[in-house]
């Protein structure tokens, strides 16, 4: 069983930033896939940042266009901590949503980055970030 508190979130101005953070506690052993989640009022929950066992990150390829973060948010573990970080800069009111830090029982695919919100055994409950124009 795996345990996750989410932390971090707030309410901003567009171009601001914020660090998300992640507790994780109890059996990690066999958890291959860590990551962040959003999802904004009246829409489906999406990935938004991944890392692996071996460290390797990848950023929400279903994101596109404005709604991409990539170049602007950075997935960082800190294993001594247990702990996950989402730091997330030049923030823009599509980036407003309830984030979830998630993690998987075991390796479900062969990348993080094919992973969907089915693969996730383990959900944190959640921290709300509003990003105001």
């Known amino acids: 069983q795996v345990h996750l508190v989410d932390s971090g979130g707030g309410s901003v101005q567009a171009g601001g930033s914020l660090i998300l953070s992640c507790a994780v506690s109890?059996?990690?052993?066999?958890?291959?896939?860590m990551g962040w989640f959003r999802q904004a009022a009246g829409k489906e929950r999406e990935g938004v940042a991944f890392?692996?066992?071996?460290?390797?990150?990848?950023?929400?390829?279903?994101?596109k266009g404005r709604f991409s973060v990539k170049g602007r948010f950075s997935l960082a573990a800190d294993n001594a901590n247990n702990s996950l970080y989402l730091q997330m800069t030049s923030l823009k009111p599509e980036d407003t949503a309830m984030y979830y830090c998630?993690?998987?029982?075991?390796?479900?695919?062969?990348?993080?980055?094919?992973?969907?919100?089915?693969?996730?055994?383990?959900w944190g409950q959640g921290t709300q970030v509003a990003v105001s124009s």
């Open positions: 890392i692996d066992s071996d460290g390797v990150t990848s950023y929400g390829d279903s994101l």
């Open positions: 109890g059996n990690t052993y066999s958890t291959y896939c």
């Open positions: 998630a993690a998987d029982s075991a390796r479900q695919r062969l990348s993080c980055s094919d992973y969907s919100a089915d693969d996730f055994a383990y």
